[in-house]
């Protein structure tokens, strides 16, 4: 009945979250204050970020599908799928230092005009390896534009409102999330999957003029000395630095936390034998991430990130908890909205977190370290977390991915209240 009920009134929930949200973004206070060139370029910056995700997205229920389609096995189609997280982990390193060397706005068109081109090398083939190897290109996509949007919009935003800023410009990950699944689903249905392909890369490639006008801020260089000094210490050896391990380490753990959920939460409501259709309980978490993001980002200028950080790692550990125990449609679905609005306050305070113990000239770097950790933890939570699957169960394996988030909150828990004793004044 409950599963019912919530399918009937999927999009006029969907609907009415986006419209309040994007109400709300359209009034906000803090855009007010920022010069024209600035308001511009986070106009131009989040279009593009809005068609991006909804790119990516309208894929995520008709992808694996069409590879099975193509006459994969299971265990192949998993193999593809896994090599996004592959194309992550090359790519995002070189494109770090790109951003900082280079340009965050170059390192941007990349991430665009590899998701517009992507859907295309579907289109082309059936092939198992050539899938692959599309796949792990589209991951770069996601390399580029994660490392390059964020550090853009630390770039523009003012110091002082830094969390409120990237908090209500970080509403482009839900927004495409709620959007993209539900066009991508109803179109494949519809149309078949060439016309979803070409619909895909064609936001795509809208996002991608979009990102063409935006004229980015001259990156602060440091002296030539500590320039070279920067960029000559290996990439991975930032993870020793105090300012980074933790986030590193936090966002890996809960990386495979995210992974685990990605990847078994169909077959564990399968399993269970509950009537519930799952992309509702994406939809609750995309609902839930799409609400507290307006929230927390004014609130962590005033009372620092740590706190924010600490209870979106408790509610990771409860939804866990929750999936592990859940028996009925109601159970899960508010096992995927905590979920949601753990990772709504996550990602965008983690980030800022980050930026705040950064240098400009460093931060494409850092940037594309910290997030690589959350890359690491999906990649291998397929293959490690189906290990356990095998031993325990499902069931049992939310009780691991747990235990998994629980350390992630112990972690951070000593540094994750008031200010951040690690943050540098006046970036």
């Known amino acids: 009945m409950l599963s019912a009920l919530l399918e009937d009134s999927q999009i006029l929930q969907i609907s009415s979250s986006l419209k309040g949200g994007i109400a709300e973004v359209i009034r906000l206070r803090v855009f007010q204050t920022l010069q024209p ?94 899938l692959f190897l599309i796949r792990a290109f589209h991951g770069l996509s996601i390399a580029a534009f994660t490392t390059a949007f964020s550090a853009l919009v630390t770039d523009l935003a003012p110091p ?35 016309p979803l392909f070409l619909f895909s890369a064609g936001l795509g490639f809208v996002g991608t003029l979009c990102a063409t006008q935006i004229k980015a801020p001259p990156i602060e260089r440091a002296s030539s000395a500590a320039s070279q000094k920067i ?12 300012r980074l391990r933790i986030p590193a380490f936090v966002l890996l753990l809960i990386g495979i936390a995210f992974g685990t959920l990605a990847v078994f939460v169909p077959l564990h409501i399968r399993e269970t034998g509950v009537n519930l259709n799952v992309g509702l309980f994406y939809t609750a978490a995309a609902i839930a991430s799409f609400g507290v993001r307006l929230l927390t980002g004014r609130a962590s200028d005033n009372h620092g990130r740590g706190r924010f950080i600490t209870i979106s790692l408790l509610l990771y550990a409860i939804s866990m908890v929750l999936l592990w125990r859940a028996h009925s449609a109601s159970e899960f679905l508010l096992a995927g909205f905590i979920e949601g609005a753990g990772g709504g306050i996550f990602i965008p305070m ?28 999906v990649a291998i939570a397929g293959p490690v977390m189906g290990y356990f699957a095998e031993a325990i169960g499902y069931r049992g394996l939310f009780g691991v991915a747990a235990g998994i988030a629980l350390l992630a909150f112990v972690s951070f828990v000593t540094l994750g209240s008031g200010r951040d004793v690690y943050a540098l004044p006046n970036h």
């Open 37 to 130: 060139v600035q308001r511009r370029n986070l106009m131009f910056l989040f279009a593009a970020g809005l068609l991006f995700w909804a790119s990516l997205a309208s894929l995520l229920p008709t992808l694996s599908p069409y590879i099975k389609q193509a006459g994969a096995s299971d265990r192949e189609v998993g193999i593809v799928m896994g090599a996004f997280a592959i194309g992550l982990l090359i790519f995002r390193p070189a494109l770090g230092r790109r951003a900082d060397q280079k340009s965050r706005t170059e390192v941007l068109m990349i991430g665009m005009v590899a998701v517009a081109i992507a859907p295309l090398g579907y289109i082309l083939t059936q092939s198992i390896p050539l």
């Open 160 to 194: 002082q409102n830094r969390g409120e800023v990237l908090g209500y410009m970080t509403l482009v990950n839900p927004l495409g999330m709620a959007l993209g699944p539900a066009i991508g689903g109803f179109l494949q249905v519809w149309a078949g999957y060439t």
């Open 231 to 242: 960029h000559d210490i290996p990439f991975w050896k930032f993870l020793w630095n105090p």
């Open 350 to 377: 983690i980030v800022v977190l980050t930026a705040d113990r950064s240098e400009p000239h460093e931060r494409g770097r850092v940037f594309g370290l910290c997030l690589a950790g959350f890359d690491c933890g």
